[in-house]
């Protein structure tokens, strides 16, 4: 571990035990984005491949119109420029579309440190809210949804968990708990992602009479799971592995009574092994509680990976245990927050399910040999496991030699990034109406900060605050919601998350900042 004035990092190492996606949003389409390469996949560098083509001798408007498909435009060209992807799964045929996963511009795959954060985010919740006393529990049903005359949820209950969240973490971004946490991405290799074959195993039939088949994604439910179509996805390979930093703000935890205004005060760990303990209670509570769902849809494969990935937890004396990003599911989210009386209530009230029937029902796997490997498991671990050294903070009521408040107006920041950090971190109106147009304005500077690290820390700024507002928006910025899937996120909100998402694939030097929000 070291410190920085009042921020303290570790680095971590994270291995891939499952396939993992950070989604792009994107799909790339065969013959357009990815030729097919003795039965692999190859998919093309555009921007180089037709860069190359322009710097020729020809006139690049009669080679274009000449040419045929995306393979001739790369013969033109004489050089391979992209990436290859092996199968996860060698017998797979090759899809005419693939889900493609977050990479930079140099093609580097990444897992967003907003998509380990939120899942962190989510299993420090969920261990929180299954320990609180039955009395406590009872004292905050009140922020449950409530019923209007339709005895539907009322016009501000749409977001079954907000109110709750709030109370718990503090409404404002400003307030929020795990403002005091940071975490960054993990960069991997081109080289370590494959392409998996996902299919959808759900439950059918009655209660006390139900049997797991394969869905087919135009309709249809099967016996066989080769008959029943998925779809295709480039993913981290298992084994891969990378290494990332989280930091804790120790200036923001020596006093939360200074700020945080939430009630949920013990929720953030502020060590490794506290953080190790409690996620892995919540990876044993997961995995117990997916083997009893593989169980009784009758699949066995999926029900031993999941008791082994379990012994690990339970046998692993220095790694932490996640699921995270694609795949996790309503279950890993909101899903395990509320379960005895409140999920019965809220599966009522929002139309979970059939009665009698499990909610969720279905879960995706991965195709190796059949569809057996659970999506997104992955290991965390100190890069020096054997100097790890615990250290704990114990936040004060008062503290006599608290750093002064012009000292943290810019939190170590420069240039364009200061600026920001202090209009919207210290002067927080994520309240107002102006507050998304303040954001595309800065996102329109950002664009053009000549300084790679000016312009990654001006992006993390403006990440966390967004994703502290409306958690998971990265992840999937066009996530629908309901029964009537209707954007779970506003016009504005989707813009942003979007052009942050672009920014940062389009950061050629990763910098990892020293300080975090």
């Not at 989280?246 to 949920?264: A, R, Y």
């Amino acid at each position: 571990m070291k410190m920085q004035g009042k921020t303290r990092s570790i680095r971590l190492g994270i291995e891939v035990l499952t396939p993992v996606l950070c989604g792009s949003g994107q799909e790339l389409v065969k013959d357009v984005d990815y030729l097919e390469r003795k039965n692999k996949v190859f998919v093309v560098d555009q921007v180089t491949t037709f860069n190359e083509l322009a710097s020729g001798t020809q006139n690049l408007q009669e080679l274009l119109k000449n040419s045929g498909p995306l393979a001739d435009v790369v013969a033109l060209v004489g050089n391979d420029y992209g990436y290859s992807l092996s199968k996860l799964n060698r017998t797979d045929e090759l899809p005419n579309k693939i889900r493609e996963h977050l990479k930079d511009a140099n093609f580097q795959p990444y897992i967003a440190g907003s998509a380990l954060k939120g899942a962190v985010r989510t299993a420090l919740l969920a261990e929180y809210l299954r320990a609180l006393p039955e009395a406590d529990k009872a004292n905050k049903k009140h922020l449950l949804p409530k019923r209007n005359a339709k005895n539907e949820p009322t016009a501000e209950d749409k977001d079954a968990s907000q109110a709750l969240l709030n109370d718990i973490l503090g409404q404002e971004p400003k307030d929020n708990l795990f403002r005091a946490l940071q975490i960054k991405d993990a960069m991997f290799k081109k080289e370590q992602l494959c392409l998996v074959d996902i299919r959808w195993l759900i439950l059918t039939g009655i209660a006390n009479s139900l049997k797991g088949q394969w869905r087919r994604i135009s309709g249809g439910n099967y016996d066989n799971w080769q008959r029943a179509n998925g779809i295709h996805a480039e993913m981290l390979k298992p084994s891969s592995k990378a290494s990332f930093n989280l930091h804790w703000d120790d200036f923001l935890l020596n006093d939360l009574s200074q700020w945080q205004k939430g009630s949920g005060t013990g929720i953030l760990p502020l060590n490794f092994e506290d953080l190790k303990a409690k996620l892995n209670k919540h990876a044993d509570y997961r995995l117990s509680h997916e083997i009893d769902f593989y169980h009784q849809a009758g699949n066995v494969k999926a029900e031993q990976e999941c008791q082994n990935l379990l012994k690990r937890v339970n046998s692993d004396q220095s790694g932490i245990y996640l699921q995270l990003s694609w795949g996790v599911g309503w279950k890993a989210m909101t899903g395990e927050w509320m379960d005895g009386d409140w999920f019965k209530d809220m599966q009522e009230l929002y139309g979970l399910g059939k009665s009698g029937m499990p909610f969720p029902k279905s879960r995706r796997l991965a195709v190796l040999g059949e569809p057996k490997l659970p999506i997104g498991w992955v290991r965390l671990y100190l890069e020096n496991e054997a100097k790890l050294q615990a250290e704990q903070i114990i936040p004060v009521v008062n503290t006599m030699d608290a750093e002064p408040t012009t000292d943290i107006l810019t939190k170590g920041y420069s240039g364009l990034a200061a600026r920001i950090y202090r209009k919207l971190i210290l002067e927080d109106s994520s309240s107002s109406p102006e507050f998304y147009q303040s954001l595309l304005d800065n996102l329109n500077e950002i664009e053009k900060e000549p300084e790679a690290r000016i312009k990654q820390d001006s992006i993390n700024i403006i990440s966390d605050l967004l994703e502290h507002k409306y958690p998971r928006i990265l992840e999937d910025p066009d996530r629908k919601k309901g029964k009537k899937k209707e954007p779970a996120y506003k016009p504005k909100q989707i813009e942003i998350a979007k052009r942050l998402l672009f920014l940062k694939a389009t950061i050629t030097d990763t910098v990892v900042s020293n300080v975090s929000v």
